[in-house]
């Protein structure tokens, strides 16, 4: 049984179809990459899968259950995280606060009424952040103000936020755009460790990243699956060359 699978997502909006009946059975503790050029409809597919969107039509399923309605949170809850194109940290918290946050959720649950008493007496919690800060490489900077950080720590941070919820499934939009090329080794580096644990579906503009890091590819183009194979297969796939205007290789 796949660990995650869309059956047939569609998404419109309208009179445009973003998504059109788009199904992908991913398997545990594997790295699957959605590619496409711009407009192809992965952010869209990708927004389906982690809740935030409720397809026009479809279904999502995690472990055999379908999940399709539950919404973000509850779809979180189940153990699916994403981390987003978009660095979204808490800038005036320390490091450790902003890992601690999503460790409290992991640890005590949904939302309670003293969910703001100090947080020296949350056991658990401190020691998934220290954890997760050390498996991202910044233990050492935890009581540093999130304003701080470098952009690449920043990404690297908003991913310990993802990983503090200690979830199954890892969704990453995007997890190295913006980063300069020795940041960008370094979170190629840390998402090869992370996916000797974690099944990892990523969407992704960088091919090398891209080549370098998963067991199998995905290509949109207007909102339809146009190939979906192993790397080498998908290198050299006539469809995807005539996608990307040149070839991906």
Known sequence: MPLLEARDLTMRFGGLVAVDHVSLA???LTVTALIGPNG???TTFFKMLSGELQPTSGEVYFKGERITHLGVARVAQRGIAKSFQITQIFPKLSVAENVLVPALAATRGSFRLDAFVPLAGARGAHAIADRVLEQVGLLER????ASSLSYGEKRRLELALALATEPEVLLLDEPTAGMSPAERSAMVEL???LRERLTVVIVEHDMDVVFGLADRIVVLQDGHQIADGPPAEIRGHPRVQEAYLGGVA
């Not at 935890?142 to 103000?145: Q, T, Y």
Request: net charge positive.
């Open 40 to 42: 192809a409809g992965k």
């Open 142 to 145: 935890r009581d540093l103000r």
């Open 26 to 28: 991913i398997e545990p």
């Open 191 to 193: 998402l090869q460790r």
